[in-house]
C-alpha cells in the first residue's frame, strides 16, 4: 500500500455494477490513473474504505481475485446514508478509494489443508472473497466445505455460484434458511446445525468463519465441541471504522484495533473480548 | 540532564526572546475564562503570577495569592494535546469538475514551530504516549507529525500538585524525572523558586537556547530549597491508583455492579475525553461546498462516550452508559497495556475536576478492587 493510498483516497470509476438481490449490489471498479490501477495489490480479507463524493467513506471488503487486474469488486448492501448514496450510482460513475487495510486472511498458513468456510447472513462479503480465491486454486488446498446459512431463502444470493462450487472436485456446498418455502431443498433451520454433515474430518481442518456475532459464537462453540483446534479458527470481525489506520480509535476490541489488527483473527487473539456485550 | 544555572525571576523574558530569536512561536499558561490555559504568550509578566488552583472532584477555581511565584498552580483543562493533536483539522479535500471528475488533494498542516512554556511532567508523560499512539508504527499521523518535529518544551517541575493529582502513583511526576541526554522528552526544565529558576538542559537545542541568556551559579541554599520542594510535592498528593497495572483486576470484573452504579451519576457527556491528555480518538466528517464543486474532509475530536463511537449498521455495540464508561476505563487502564506497553493515565486528574458529576477514577478503581464481583 503507498503512503498516499493509504491516507488520501484516488478516484476510481464504476466500470460495473451488478445487481445481486433488492438490497445488495456488487461495484466493478477501476482507479482512474491506470499506473496505479495496475500497482494495486491486495490478500482476500482485507478492505478498501470507499468514498462517496461530498458523504463519507465505508469500509468495504474485497470480493474479487487478487490476481485479476480488470477490476476490483466490491460487494454492498444498502444499509445507511453512504451505501444508499452508492446505490444509486451508475457505471461511468467516480468515487474514492483508499487501502487495502488490514490483515486478510491466513492463506499461506491453510494451504494444503482441510477447509470449512462458514458463513451466515446477507451477502458476507468477506468469506466469498476466499471462496472464490481457494475455488480458483482448488488443487492447492484439500477437501473443501462450503457452508451459508440465511434468514429467510430469498435472502440467498449467489445461488449459480453455489452451484459452479458444488461441482468441483472434493467440494461440498451446503445451504441452510432459518425460514423457507417448499421450492427450498436445503436445510431449513441453523447453518451450526449443518456442521455435523461436513465429509471431513474436522481435527485437523481450517474453519474460517464470518457472520453476526451471535452465529459466530454458535459456531465456535459447535466447532470446538467437533473437534476443531481453536487455534484453526478464523473470524472476519466488523465494528466502527473512520481512519482505518489504527489512529481514530473506534473499532477497538479490547487491546485490538480491528481495521488494522484485523478485520481477520485467529479466534484465541479475541476470545477475552469475544460476545462480551460492549467490546 | 544539566543543570545550567539560576535566572532571576525579571530576566524570564530573555528566554522568550531567546526562542523567538530561534523561530519559534511561544504560547504558555495564562488565566483565561477562568482557568489556565495555553494561550500565545506576550511576555512573561501575562504568566498567572500568584495563581492558585482549587480543584476537587467537579470543582476548578482559580485564587490569587501574594506570591510572586507564576507556576503555583497544578494545571488547567489543556495538556499540549490540542497543539498537536488538533481538535479540528482538514485531512485532505476534493474537487469535481464539470465532467464530474474527482482529483484529490492532501492538505498539509500548518508548521511554524510551537515552543511550549510551564509544560507539566504528566504532560510529558501523555506526550510520549500521543507520540507512540500517532508516530510509531506502519501509519504514521502526518499532521501530528509536522506539529511534533518542530516543538520546543520548556518544563517546569510541579511544585503544588492539586487535590486531584495522583502522578506519583503513576509514576508520571511531579517533576520530570531525572533523565540522561535527550530521554526526557522536553528540552528545558526549570525549577521555580521564589525569585527565580534554576534551569536544566535537557536536550542540545534547550542548552543552546539557554546558553543565550546570563545565569548565575546555583546555590547550595537553593538546592536546598529545591529537593525541599519536590519532596513536599510528592507528600501532598493524597489520591492514587492501586497499581501500575489493572489488567488483571479489571479483567475479571467486567460484569462487577460498579459499573452500573456509576452509569447512573455519568452524564455520558465525554468531558473527562476531552481534557484527558492521552485519550486520542476522532471521527472524520465531510464538508461539502454548496456549490458542489468540492468537499473537504476533516477530523475532529470524538469520544468513546457518544452514541456514534461504536455504530455499525444499525447497531450500537456501546448503547448505554454502563458500557461506555467501561470501555473508557479498561482501554484507559488495562487495554493501554497491550497497545502502547503502559498504563494510559498520568494521573493528572482532569477528568476528575472538570467532570461535571464529580466522579473520581481513583475512587471508581478503588470500588472496583474492593469487591470481586
Redesign the interface.
Known amino acids: 500500500m503507498s503512503a ?1 493510498l ?6 476510481a470509476e464504476i466500470i460495473r455494477r451488478t445487481q445481486e438481490s433488492p438490497s445488495v449490489f456488487t461495484l466493478g471498479l477501476r482507479l ?1 490513473d491506470p499506473a496505479q490501477h495496475s500497482a494495486y495489490r491486495f490478500m482476500p480479507g482485507q478492505f478498501n474504505m470507499l ?1 462517496l ?5 465505508i469500509p468495504i471488503s474485497i470480493v474479487s481475485d487478487p490476481d485479476r487486474d480488470d477490476e476490483l469488486e466490491h460487494t454492498i ?1 444498502v ?2 446514508r453512504v451505501t444508499r448514496g452508492f446505490d444509486a450510482l451508475k457505471v461511468g ?4 478509494i483508499r487501502g487495502p487495510f488490514g490483515r486478510g486472511w491466513p492463506l499461506e498458513q491453510v494451504r494444503g489443508k482441510d477447509l470449512l468456510l462458514l458463513t451466515g447472513g446477507l451477502g458476507c462479503a468477506p468469506l466469498v472473497s476466499v471462496i472464490n480465491y481457494v475455488t480458483q486454486r482448488r488443487a492447492e488446498f484439500g477437501r473443501i466445505a462450503i457452508l451459508q446459512g440465511v434468514k429467510h431463502m430469498d435472502d440467498l444470493i449467489w445461488r449459480d455460484r453455489y452451484d459452479q462450487w458444488a461441482a468441483l472436485p472434493d467440494t461440498q456446498v451446503l445451504l441452510a434458511a432459518d425460514v423457507a418455502g417448499a421450492s427450498w431443498s436445503w436445510h431449513v433451520g441453523l447453518v451450526t446445525e449443518l456442521i455435523d454433515q461436513v465429509a471431513f474430518d474436522l481435527n485437523n481442518a481450517h474453519v474460517m468463519v464470518c457472520g453476526p456475532e451471535p452465529m459466530m459464537l454458535a459456531s465456535i462453540r459447535k466447532l470446538c465441541d467437533s473437534g476443531v483446534d481453536e487455534k484453526h479458527i478464523w473470524l472476519s470481525m ?3 471504522m ?2 482505518a ?6 473499532c ?1 476490541i ?2 485490538h ?1 480491528v481495521c ?1 489488527d484485523g478485520p481477520v483473527f485467529c479466534y484465541p487473539e479475541i476470545r ?1 473480548r469475544l460476545g ?4 | 540532564m544539566t543543570t545550567l544555572g539560576f535566572l532571576a525571576r525579571e530576566n524570564l523574558d530573555r528566554l522568550l526572546t531567546a526562542l523567538r530569536a530561534s523561530g519559534y512561536r511561544c504560547v504558555g499558561p495564562m488565566v483565561l475564562d477562568g482557568a489556565i490555559q495555553y494561550c500565545d504568550l506576550p511576555n512573561a509578566q501575562s504568566l498567572p503570577s500568584g495563581c492558585r488552583d482549587s480543584q476537587a472532584p467537579g470543582r476548578y477555581r482559580l485564587d490569587h495569592t501574594d506570591t510572586s511565584r507564576q507556576f503555583a498552580w497544578a494545571n488547567g483543562p489543556q495538556a499540549i494535546k490540542p497543539f498537536l493533536f488538533a481538535p479540528r483539522e482538514t ?2 479535500c ?1 474537487e ?1 469538475d464539470a465532467r ?7 492538505v498539509s498542516p500548518e508548521s511554524q514551530a510551537l515552543a511550549v512554556i510551564g509544560v507539566r511532567a504528566c504532560d510529558l508523560a501523555a506526550l510520549r504516549l500521543q507520540d507512540a ?2 508516530l510509531q ?3 504514521r ?2 499532521q501530528y507529525a509536522a506539529r511534533r518535529e518542530g516543538m520546543f518544551l520548556v518544563a517546569v517541575n510541579c511544585t503544588h500538585p492539586a487535590a486531584t493529582c495522583f502522578c506519583v502513583s503513576t509514576g508520571d511526576g511531579p517533576e520530570v524525572p531525572e533523565a540522561t541526554g535527550t530521554n526526557a522528552g522536553c528540552d528545558l526544565i526549570l525549577d521555580e523558586l521564589d525569585d527565580g529558576f534554576i534551569l536544566h538542559s535537557a536536550s542540545e537545542r534547550g542548552a543552546s537556547v539557554a546558553g543565550q541568556l546570563e545565569l548565575a551559579p546555583v546555590t547550595p541554599e537553593q538546592q536546598t530549597v529545591v529537593a525541599q520542594q519536590r519532596q513536599q510535592a510528592r507528600a501532598v498528593q493524597k489520591r492514587s491508583l492501586p497499581a501500575r497495572d489493572l489488567r488483571p483486576m479489571l ?1 475479571k470484573r ?1 460484569e462487577h455492579p460498579r459499573w452500573v452504579e456509576v452509569a447512573g451519576r455519568c452524564l455520558s457527556c465525554g468531558n473527562c475525553t476531552s481534557v484527558c491528555p492521552t485519550c ?7 464538508q ?1 461546498l454548496l456549490d ?1 464543486s468540492g ?1 473537504t ?1 476533516a ?1 475532529v475530536w ?1 469520544s ?1 462516550f457518544t452514541q ?7 447497531i450500537t ?2 448503547a448505554d452508559t ?2 461506555r464508561y ?2 473508557w476505563l ?2 484507559k487502564l ?2 493501554w ?3 502502547y506497553g503502559r498504563s494510559g493515565c498520568v494521573g493528572c486528574g482532569r477528568c476528575i475536576s472538570w467532570c461535571p458529576v464529580g466522579i473520581d477514577i481513583t475512587e471508581e478503581v478503588a470500588a472496583l478492587a474492593a469487591s470481586p464481583t
Open positions: 498516499a493509504s491516507r488520501v483516497p484516488v478516484a482512474c468514498y463524493y461530498g458523504v463519507g467513506e448492501r444499509v445507511g460513475d467516480r468515487i474514492g466488523e465494528r466502527n473512520q481512519c489506520l489504527g489512529q481514530c480509535g473506534h477497538q479490547g487491546p484495533f488494522k477475552e462480551v456485550k460492549g467490546f | 485531512l485532505w476534493v469535481r464530474e471528475a474527482l482529483t484529490f488533494k492532501t499512539h500517532f508504527g506502519l501509519n499521523d502526518v479483567d467486567l486520542f480518538c476522532y471521527s472524520e466528517q465531510e461539502p458542489g468537499s474532509h477530523r470524538d468513546c456514534g463511537h461504536s455504530y455499525i449498521h444499525g455495540i456501546r454502563r458500557l467501561r470501555q479498561t482501554h488495562a487495554a497495556h497491550d497497545q
